[in-house]
């Protein structure tokens, strides 16, 4: 297993940031857990291109940066959970900035496409959010 990212020496602090969150599937996992704890499987599902061992991997450096908490649960069949740590749910606003860019993209070159199932727009958990602020 790597070290943490947060022993490493940097020139620029860019790449730690590119080093915690850079890749793939790393962002679209902080994605995915911004709105509930998920399951493997749950995550699984919403990854459908990405091998079980690269999501264990992927998920494991998560952890060993402080991004995400994994919780095993005493039970048969075991169950184990994937959550934001109050480190990850610091991305918040830079994986949603992400997808705000990214729809932007998409439609300067091809009109509004389908984008990731099962979660709602950029602009809906914005006003999600500012629901939420007002509670």
């Known amino acids: ?15 730690a940031t590119a080093d915690v969150i850079g890749g ?3 962002t679209l ?7 509930t704890p998920r399951r493997f499987n749950e995550l699984k599902r919403l990854l459908p291109d990405v091998s079980q061992r690269i999501l264990t991997q992927q998920l494991r450096e998560l952890e060993t940066d402080g991004i995400i908490h994994r ?24 994986i949603l900035l992400m997808l705000t860019w990214g729809e932007q993209y998409m439609e300067h070159f091809e009109g509004t496409r389908p ?3 099962g979660l709602k ?3 809906e958990i914005e006003h999600m959010e500012e629901g939420e602020a007002q509670q």
């Not at 996992?29 to 709105?35: A, H, K, Q, S």
């Not at 919780?71 to 830079?94: A, C, F, H, M, N």
């Open 1 to 15: 297993m790597r070290e943490p990212i947060y022993t490493r020496n940097y020139q620029c602090l860019m790449e």
């Open 24 to 26: 793939k599937w790393k």
């Open 29 to 35: 996992i902080v994605y995915y857990l911004l709105e």
């Open 71 to 94: 919780e095993i649960y005493k039970e048969i069949p075991p169950k184990v959970e994937y959550s934001l740590t109050d480190l990850g749910t610091s991305l918040r606003q830079i």
């Open 115 to 117: 984008w990731c199932p």
């Open 121 to 123: 727009q950029s602009s």
